[in-house]
């Protein structure tokens, strides 16, 4: 079922506004309020004293005016009598910096006191709310990660760190051997001894940061199904979700296993934020959906999407008329069944003055609430239901957090790389899912592998019996390059393991810096390659790019190779478009 509706914070005006606003709500055709979100300290105004009765009254007038209610449990900021008797569950920076109190996203995943307060909050709200019907979900937290929080180096974290490598690796000689701590004699006589990696004049092993980030995602994950857990122990009936933010592929931790805990999958939609000069492009935009889509491969909500300009202290691009209305309908096309505008009216007090909504302070029904009212009448037109689709982009953790920890090139981006792919099928109308590297290839036609540079020899099987039976892989430089360890493969030529599958082993490489690139050609057609340069030496595949007037002689840039029914494309740059164009017009024949 589909509701559309607005983020309404009544504890931000008080209840004598609640009346004139639901009736304002639910003129603009709205069907359901989301509340709650940053409201502790109105649940909990002191520790353990638990307070429901002014939301049990804004439900009371909500289900009067026909209005569900997406219901939040309010632990992304915490209530002041908590930080001033617990001060240690802040997070701690890379600088040694414990956040103050004030922002929101102050704590860490890993405070067993945090975690404890949050969960009988969540408990206490499930509880008392578990028999009312006006309430159709939940969400739990806010924005996992957000402005950094997704990192912390503080006393829990330590100990909770050393729990885990206990855990994981058991021996600590096993540890030593598989992270080659012979080098700069860091060889660990015990786990006690491994700090988390802070900074340093050098770079850490890079073995103890990729660790160190699956770590931060089992933090991540630890810390969101407890709040679930604690909802579902009193509430069976009403789904839950979380709401994960924009750039959450950049984050220290993995939405798709985040997700797992979830019912469905909460998404805030920001095509433009604070201090942008102009909006992510319509592709751009589309790959952030089709990500979001990707981590339950269903369909999924937007709990807050553009309405008015935004930002804390920066600000910018205001959306044009109509043009947060389309990126609100466009993103009913990417699968998702319920819209949630942000915000119902923005407020003139605290961190978010500058966060506009429907209506602006001046408390007036203009534009944007006219346009809001459109939407919800062409939204409930529109048929519910996720795109299926042929083509996929596979996403791994490990491998983007390795690239995040040694980028190799100072113009390299994961996020932009993957945008860069997904827009060569955007422009011909092509649709694509994001996957995780766990879920099976076999109901795709093409999969793209970006910068795969860890891949496991279960996957390397899985890649190559999808190929055998008819599959079509598109690899990128850096593929197959690093073991599970993050750590370079002895005695194997480049992509170690895939020679047979890609048709060719990499004989030279280098990594091309800002301003930089090397000339490329294509049946005729020159181009540019950038971010990396690799030199391909072919092992039975065919060459479809080749580098020009290189120093290292005559090699292939691109290859492809035959594999069983299928084949596979090996891309040794990240190309320039006129060259991707032709790429993959090739690539997509068949679609």
């Given at each position: 079922?589909?509701?559309l509706?607005?983020d309404?914070?009544p504890e931000?005006w008080?209840?004598?506004?609640v009346d004139?606003d639901?009736?304002?709500?639910?003129?603009?055709?709205?069907?359901?309020?989301?509340i709650?979100?940053?409201a502790?300290?109105?649940f909990?105004?002191e520790?353990?004293k638990?307070?429901?009765?002014f939301?049990?009254?804004?439900?009371?007038?909500?289900?009067?005016?026909?209005?569900?209610?997406?219901?939040?449990?309010?632990?992304?900021?915490?209530p002041?009598?908590l930080?001033?008797?617990?001060?240690e569950?802040?997070n701690?920076d890379?600088?040694?910096?414990?956040?103050?109190?004030?922002?929101?996203r102050?704590y860490?995943?890993?405070?067993?006191?945090?975690i404890q307060k949050a969960?009988a909050?969540a408990e206490?709200?499930?509880d008392?709310y578990k028999?009312?019907?006006a309430?159709?979900a939940?969400?739990?937290d806010?924005e996992?990660?957000?402005?950094g929080?997704d990192?912390?180096?503080?006393?829990?974290?330590q100990k909770?760190?050393?729990?885990?490598l206990?855990e994981?690796?058991?021996?600590?000689?096993e540890?030593?051997y598989?992270?080659?701590?012979?080098?700069w004699?860091?060889?660990?006589?015990d786990f006690?001894q491994?700090?988390?990696?802070w900074?340093?004049?050098?770079p850490?092993?890079?073995s103890?940061?990729l660790?160190?980030a699956?770590?931060?995602?089992e933090?991540a994950?630890?810390?969101?199904?407890?709040?679930?857990?604690?909802v579902?122990k009193?509430?069976?009936k009403?789904?839950v979700s979380?709401?994960f933010?924009?750039?959450?592929i950049n984050?220290?931790?993995s939405p798709?296993?985040?997700?797992?805990?979830?019912?469905?999958?909460?998404?805030?939609?920001y095509p433009?934020w604070g201090?942008?000069k102009?909006?992510l492009s319509?592709?751009?935009l589309s790959?952030?959906?089709a990500?979001?889509r990707?981590?339950k491969?269903?369909?999924?909500?937007v709990?807050?999407?553009i309405?008015?300009q935004q930002?804390?202290?920066?600000?910018?691009y205001a959306?044009?008329p109509?043009?947060a209305?389309?990126?609100?309908?466009?993103?009913?096309d990417?699968g998702?069944?319920?819209?949630?505008f942000f915000?119902?009216?923005g407020f003139?007090?605290?961190?978010?003055q500058f966060?506009?909504g429907?209506?602006?302070?001046?408390?007036e029904?203009?534009?944007k609430y006219?346009?809001?009212?459109a939407f919800?009448?062409?939204?409930r037109?529109k048929e519910?239901?996720?795109?299926?689709n042929d083509v996929?982009?596979?996403?791994?953790y490990d491998s983007?957090s390795s690239?995040?920890?040694?980028r190799?090139?100072?113009?390299?981006s994961?996020?932009?790389e993957c945008?860069?792919?997904?827009?060569?099928?955007?422009?011909?109308?092509?649709?694509?899912?994001v996957?995780?590297?766990?879920?099976d290839?076999n109901k795709?036609?093409?999969v793209l592998?970006?910068?795969m540079?860890i891949?496991?020899d279960?996957?390397?099987?899985?890649l190559?019996e999808?190929?055998?039976n008819?599959?079509i892989?598109?690899l990128?430089?850096?593929?197959a390059?690093?073991?599970k360890?993050?750590n370079?493969?002895f005695?194997?030529?480049?992509p170690?393991?895939?020679?047979d599958?890609?048709?060719?082993?990499?004989?030279?490489?280098?990594?091309?810096?800002?301003?930089q690139?090397?000339?490329?050609e294509?049946?005729g057609?020159?181009?540019?390659?950038?971010?990396?340069e690799e030199?391909l030496?072919?092992?039975?595949?065919t060459p479809?790019?080749?580098?020009?007037?290189?120093?290292?002689?005559?090699f292939a840039a691109?290859?492809?190779?035959?594999?069983?029914?299928g084949?596979a494309y090996?891309?040794?740059?990240s190309f320039?478009?006129?060259?991707l164009?032709r790429?993959?017009?090739e690539?997509?024949?068949?679609l």
């Amino acid at each position: 079922m589909r509701y559309l509706g607005v983020d309404y914070y009544p504890e931000q005006w008080g209840m004598e506004m609640v009346d004139e606003d639901l009736d304002n709500i639910k003129e603009l055709g709205a069907d359901l309020i989301r509340i709650g979100d940053f409201a502790w300290d109105r649940f909990e105004p002191e520790e353990g004293k638990y307070e429901f009765s002014f939301f049990d009254e804004v439900i009371e007038k909500a289900k009067k005016h026909g209005l569900k209610v997406m219901m939040c449990v309010p632990t992304a900021t915490m209530p002041a009598w908590l930080y001033h008797k617990y001060p240690e569950v802040m997070n701690v920076d890379e600088k040694g910096y414990a956040q103050p109190y004030g922002a929101r996203r102050g704590y860490c995943y890993n405070s067993e006191v945090y975690i404890q307060k949050a969960v009988a909050l969540a408990e206490q709200l499930a509880d008392h709310y578990k028999d009312e019907d006006a309430i159709v979900a939940w969400q739990v937290d806010n924005e996992l990660g957000h402005e950094g929080s997704d990192k912390c180096y503080c006393e829990n974290c330590q100990k909770s760190f050393t729990s885990y490598l206990k855990e994981k690796y058991k021996d600590i000689a096993e540890l030593n051997y598989r992270w080659g701590t012979s080098f700069w004699s860091q060889t660990y006589n015990d786990f006690e001894q491994i700090c988390v990696p802070w900074p340093g004049f050098t770079p850490q092993n890079p073995s103890l940061r990729l660790e160190y980030a699956r770590f931060r995602n089992e933090s991540a994950v630890r810390y969101i199904k407890a709040l679930v857990d604690a909802v579902k122990k009193h509430d069976h009936k009403h789904p839950v979700s979380h709401d994960f933010e924009g750039g959450i592929i950049n984050k220290n931790f993995s939405p798709f296993e985040v997700a797992k805990n979830l019912d469905f999958v909460s998404y805030n939609n920001y095509p433009v934020w604070g201090g942008q000069k102009e909006p992510l492009s319509d592709s751009d935009l589309s790959f952030s959906l089709a990500f979001a889509r990707g981590f339950k491969n269903e369909a999924f909500w937007v709990t807050e999407s553009i309405m008015g300009q935004q930002g804390h202290n920066d600000i910018g691009y205001a959306p044009k008329p109509n043009e947060a209305k389309k990126w609100a309908l466009d993103s009913l096309d990417e699968g998702v069944e319920s819209l949630i505008f942000f915000r119902y009216r923005g407020f003139t007090k605290g961190a978010e003055q500058f966060c506009f909504g429907i209506l602006d302070a001046d408390n007036e029904k203009r534009r944007k609430y006219y346009e809001t009212k459109a939407f919800f009448e062409e939204a409930r037109k529109k048929e519910v239901g996720c795109p299926k689709n042929d083509v996929c982009i596979v996403y791994d953790y490990d491998s983007k957090s390795s690239m995040a920890l040694q980028r190799q090139s100072n113009v390299f981006s994961y996020e932009k790389e993957c945008q860069k792919l997904y827009r060569q099928l955007y422009k011909r109308g092509i649709g694509c899912d994001v996957i995780d590297s766990s879920c099976d290839l076999n109901k795709y036609k093409i999969v793209l592998l970006p910068y795969m540079i860890i891949m496991s020899d279960d996957f390397k099987k899985k890649l190559k019996e999808y190929c055998f039976n008819g599959g079509i892989a598109v690899l990128t430089a850096r593929s197959a390059w690093k073991d599970k360890d993050n750590n370079l493969v002895f005695g194997k030529r480049l992509p170690v393991g895939l020679e047979d599958l890609c048709g060719c082993v990499i004989e030279e490489h280098e990594s091309l810096l800002d301003g930089q690139s090397s000339l490329c050609e294509m049946n005729g057609l020159e181009g540019r390659g950038f971010v990396f340069e690799e030199l391909l030496e072919l092992r039975g595949g065919t060459p479809l790019v080749m580098w020009k007037d290189n120093p290292f002689g005559d090699f292939a840039a691109a290859v492809r190779n035959d594999y069983g029914k299928g084949r596979a494309y090996y891309l040794g740059s990240s190309f320039e478009e006129a060259v991707l164009d032709r790429l993959f017009d090739e690539i997509l024949e068949e679609l």
